[in-house]
T-cell receptor, first 111, second 117 residues
Framework: KQEVTQIPAALSVPEGENLVLNCSFTDSAIYNLQWFRQDPGKGLTSLLLIQSSQREQTSGRLNASLDKSSGRSTLYIAASQPGDSATYLCAVMDSSYKLIFGSGTRLLVRP | GAGVSQSPSNKVTEKGKDVELRCDPISGHTALYWYRQSLGQGLEFLIYFQGNSAPDKSGLPSDRFSAERTGGSVSTLTIQRTQQEDSAVYLC???????????????FGSGTRLTVV
């Protein structure tokens, strides 16, 4: 059974810091991995999608990497801003086309 | 429309009543998913529709839960005889066809917050 783990569960950093969020999964048989952002009381916003054949994706200050063989992904946020404060969720698409989510990392960027 | 639309955005119901939650996916997206997010918990898969194939119902927590998708577009999630533990945010997502290698990303709606009192 696929399990997704995110570390740390919560993170507080001062504005301007670069930071890394970690995601690990137990079954390497995935189609893709997706990072989402969730603001309090809101739905999920897709940030980056990495196909199983890819190693990384970049969008603005965000960079996500994927090492399928070791079951790991990282989300790198450069020059963090208070507006980046949210919960970040990692999810893998398993062999039955379902997205399996981690519990998220709650990020607070202090001004 | 441009995004996934869910209605109502909030629903308060009495224990024992039936509720229907609606999801309007992005036009042209053949895959539709329902997830549940309880307070302080992660996202729990409920059900998945892909085109005209039989839905994957493996995540439905009990037979009080059912879902249908009419005409390959709008979906309705029905919860019968609601219980307090059904209180959660119900999220719908759609995607382009997801068969084969690669798959496509999901687009989520804003969710329906269900409160059973």
């Amino acid at each position: 059974k696929q399990e997704v783990t995110q570390i740390p569960a919560a993170l507080s950093v001062p504005e301007g810091e670069n930071l890394v969020l970690n995601c690990s999964f137990t079954d390497s048989a995935i189609y893709n991995l997706q990072w989402f952002r969730q603001d309090p009381g809101k739905g999920l916003t897709s940030l980056l999608l990495i196909q199983s054949s890819q190693r990384e994706q970049t969008s603005g200050r965000l960079n996500a990497s994927l090492d399928k063989s070791s079951g790991r992904s990282t989300l790198y946020i450069a020059a963090s801003q208070p507006g980046d404060s949210a919960t970040y969720l990692c999810a893998v698409m398993d062999s039955s086309y379902k997205l399996i989510f981690g519990s998220g990392t709650r990020l607070l960027v202090r001004p | 429309g441009a995004g996934v639309s869910q209605s109502p955005s909030n629903k308060v119901t009495e224990k024992g009543k039936d509720v229907e939650l609606r999801c309007d996916p992005i036009s042209g997206h053949t895959a539709l998913y329902w997830y549940r997010q309880s307070l302080g918990q992660g996202l729990e898969f409920l059900i998945y529709f892909q085109g005209n194939s039989a839905p994957d119902k493996s995540g439905l927590p009990s037979d009080r839960f059912s879902a249908e998708r009419t005409g390959g577009s709008v979906s309705t999630l029905t919860i019968q005889r609601t219980q307090q533990e059904d209180s959660a945010v119900y999220l719908c997502a759609s995607s382009r066809r997801v068969t084969g290698a690669g798959g496509y990303g999901y687009t989520f709606g804003s969710g329906t917050r269900l409160t059973v009192v």
